[in-house]
């Protein structure tokens, strides 16, 4: 190590540091989507269902949102390095042991994939811990920003990783990827990053880490399901009453505890509660866009897995600078008006979006959404988790990481989700059946199934059958309502989250533009 930081002047190497948490937190990100555009490669070589595949994409998602906030206590008291190291290790090597298994099963990939987010939980809480107590507090603001857009590119940027890996290697090496960037930064994060703990050493809350553990985790999965078994459905209910209920335990023992895991008293903090806020729908509309983008890209453009990823580039490519810079906006205008200003924008673009695409639409109408979609995130994010940070000490950065980070994978779910059930709603209510079919034996039925209805009319084209064109048109004319139908219900929530950051969200400075000055 080189160094201790220090409260005024933060570690000597903190830029360095923060480049080294940057990596490691694009590894987590990463792993949320890569996989998403391999599943027919998935479906083919290792004969997996559909029941096969969402538990291939949520075993991840399930264990890393779950966990969160044991982790980042965890971090908390025993160091935030030393979990990092655990995490990158984990991810690394479940990463490897898919990546080179000869006879690898689906069972094998599932596993993998939850052990993943055991790993990828103790990775994220830690590298924004490690940012937020390597630095001064005059730097704080412009080096959350800087980690906020590598939160926010990671997820662009791992569809391109996993379309590349697809379409030029197979499937294995979308998890190939994980293993040398884990290993650099491993080795550098054991070289340069300094260990910081809380230093008062309070005891283990095991209780109230379970109940999180579970309440999220049941929440997250019921959020997962809803879109299969449906949003009133016995079992959507049911979960949603076992998750409510576990939460409130988690509530009611964190409250009475003397050292709880996560205190409550964060929560009467109105940037706390307004910042994970913003992050929470941010991330709800830009999980929600890319889903349909990736879907409307392959099944009606007919792009590659590589291809469509590419088009989603301009989204990051906007946010980087946006979220880097943020700070300094934030300096001129106060908080509240930078991230409030930034969800307007995202409403402006997913409103563009709803009311201008049809099936004709040019891509530069898309990339112009896309940009102006990644400035709204960025000029949102950074701000917004920057406030979380600063509204809890810095012996707690671990739980406080843990909790901006539960946020965003809450949001990115119901992003989906939500989204996803919208989409498929109205993609339902606008497909007409093309004459010629009705009396056709169909091997799934078009009118609930929009990837189905792509697959049927390929194969009648194939065949030569004068529906088949027909099909194809009705389909892609129904999945485009529903997705511009989908976009609008993102604007409406984004211009609400706007509303409530400029009426309840702290507008001046950061209390650290003080220290700055």
Not at 372 to 379: A, H, P, S, Y
Not at 413 to 437: C, D, K
Request: charged share 15%; with cysteine; aromatic share 10%.
């Amino acid at each position: 190590m080189s160094g201790e930081a220090t409260p005024d002047e933060g570690h000597p190497r903190r830029w360095f540091i923060l480049a080294i948490m940057g990596m490691s937190l694009i590894v987590v990100m990463l792993n949320n989507v890569t996989l998403n555009v391999a599943l027919p490669e998935l479906s083919k070589d290792l004969g997996a269902d559909n029941a096969d595949l969402q538990w291939i994409l949520d075993a991840y998602a399930l264990v890393f949102g779950g966990s969160l906030l044991m982790m980042g206590a965890l971090g908390d008291r025993y160091g935030r390095r030393s979990t990092l190291h655990i995490g990158l290790v984990v991810i690394g090597s479940f990463s490897a042991w898919v990546a080179f298994r000869d006879n690898v099963t689906t069972s094998d990939v599932i596993a993998a994939r939850a052990l993943m987010g055991l790993g990828a939980a103790c990775v994220m809480p830690a590298t924004l811990s490690v940012v937020v107590t390597s630095f001064p507090k005059a730097e704080r603001p412009r080096a959350i920003g800087i980690w906020a857009a590598m939160a926010g590119v990671g997820a662009p940027i791992g569809l391109f990783v996993g379309g590349w890996a697809v379409q030029y290697v197979d499937w294995q090496a979308v998890f190939l990827v994980n293993v040398p960037i884990a290993i650099l930064c491993l080795v550098l994060s054991f070289i340069v990053v300094p260990e910081s703990r809380d230093e008062h050493r309070t005891p283990l809350d095991p209780v109230g880490g379970m109940l999180s553990l579970a309440g999220l985790g049941v929440m997250l999965y019921t959020i997962i399901e809803a879109p299969i078994h449906g949003w009133l459905s016995t079992s959507t209910l049911i979960g949603t009453l076992a998750a409510v209920v576990l939460l409130v335990l988690f509530w009611g023992w964190e409250r009475q505890r003397e050292h709880p895991m996560l205190p409550m008293s964060f929560f009467r903090e109105p940037g706390f509660v307004t910042g994970l806020l913003a992050v929470t729908l941010a991330y709800y509309v830009m999980f929600t866009f890319m889903f349909t983008q990736m879907l409307n890209f392959q099944l009606v453009w007919g792009d590659g897995a590589l291809t469509s990823a590419m088009r989603v580039l301009p989204l990051p490519l906007a946010l980087m600078p946006a979220a880097a810079n943020s700070d300094r906006l934030v300096g001129y205008f106060g908080r509240s008006k930078v991230v409030g200003s930034g969800l307007l924008l995202i409403t402006f673009g997913m409103l563009l979006f709803g009311t201008v695409v049809d099936i004709h639409a040019e891509y530069w109408i898309f990339a112009t959404v896309f940009v102006v979609l990644g400035l709204g995130m960025g000029f949102t994010m950074a701000p917004s988790t920057g406030l979380v940070m600063e509204s809890v000490p810095d012996d707690k950065a671990g739980v406080g990481s843990a909790t901006n980070d539960s946020s965003r994978e809450i949001g990115g779910a119901l992003g989906i989700a939500v989204g996803g059930s919208l989409l498929n709603e109205y993609y339902q209510r606008n497909f007409r059946m093309p004459t010629g079919l009705e009396s056709e034996v169909l091997a799934a039925d078009p009118a609930t199934s929009f990837p189905a209805a792509v697959q049927l009319g390929a194969e009648l084209v194939a065949q030569g059958h004068p529906a088949g064109a027909a099909l194809l048109d009705a389909a892609h004319e129904a999945f485009v309502i529903g997705m511009t139908t989908s976009a609008t219900a993102s604007s409406l929530i984004s211009l609400a989250a706007a509303v409530i950051v400029f009426r309840f969200m702290p507008g001046g400075k950061p209390r650290y533009a003080d220290a700055e000055e």
